[in-house]
């Protein structure tokens, strides 16, 4: 990871709440980091040291499920807020982040950040109401994962990237996920991740572009959401 200068103090969740004087103290407390595809941004059980603001790129944010499986959580963006799990109380992150491609991401230390609550109070009230619709998104997840089937989990997981991502000039949603990584989010094996995929291609529901996903037919893709 390397240190650059190169956020531009209006981009991310901090810069659209906080103050606008308060800007200059940001600019002479923030540290901005490049993280190459692949590099962890913080890991699970690391010490709590700050959180994160995604300048570029996109970033998983993944927790252990066993020994030899993980379960991504959500994924961040421009703008996006990492870390803020790990203020809990324990000290300790309870989850990784990691990068899917070249990312750019601010790291503002706990000191700074008990200081800026303090005086921003529009900053608290949206860093609250994040940790509620989080709340509620998890919640909703865990009860998926539990009594939805693969294709159900699938076509919400697929759903909620073309929400958060949208979609790109030919169709496509505009992020490249492995299936690994796409099995981690729908919480399937890689094996019933893949027949999935396979059934909605042969149902022409879908449509592949290396590691894209696109939306073939919508009315038969919002059949599948809505029942699930």
């Known amino acids: 990871m390397s240190k650059t200068n190169k956020c ?16 200059q103290a940001i600019e002479s407390s923030r540290k901005n980091i490049k993280i190459k595809r692949g590099q ?18 996109k970033v998983k944010v993944h927790k252990k499920w066993d020994e030899e499986k993980e379960l991504i959580i959500r994924f961040a963006k421009r703008g996006d ?18 990068a899917i491609e070249d990312a750019v991401v601010c790291f503002i230390s706990m000191d700074f950040l008990e200081s800026t609550m303090n005086v921003n109070n529009q900053f608290v009230i949206r860093l609250m109401r994040f940790f509620a619709g989080e709340l ?21 997981a697929l759903f909620a990237l ?15 996920l492995s299936r690994q990584d ?28 290396g590691k894209t996903i696109g939306i073939k037919n919508e009315a038969a893709f919002l059949e599948l959401v809505a029942a699930s």
């Open 162 to 176: 073309k929400k958060q991502f949208g979609e790109r000039n030919d169709g496509f949603i505009d992020i490249e």
């Open 81 to 98: 807020v990492l870390g803020h799990l790990g203020l809990g109380g324990s000290g300790y992150y309870p989850v990784s982040s990691t």
């Open 8 to 23: 531009d103090l209006k981009t991310c969740f901090l810069c659209h709440s906080c103050l606008p004087d308060w800007k």
């Open 40 to 57: 962890q941004v913080f890991k699970e059980g690391d010490a709590v040291e700050g959180i994160y603001f995604v300048y570029s790129g």
């Open 136 to 156: 509620q998104d998890s919640e909703k997840r865990m009860s998926n994962l539990a009594h939805m089937s693969v294709k159900g989990r699938l076509a919400q």
């Open 182 to 209: 796409l099995a981690a989010y729908t919480g399937a094996s890689y094996e019933s991740l893949f027949r999935t995929i396979n059934d909605l291609l042969s149902d022409g529901v879908i449509e592949l572009s």
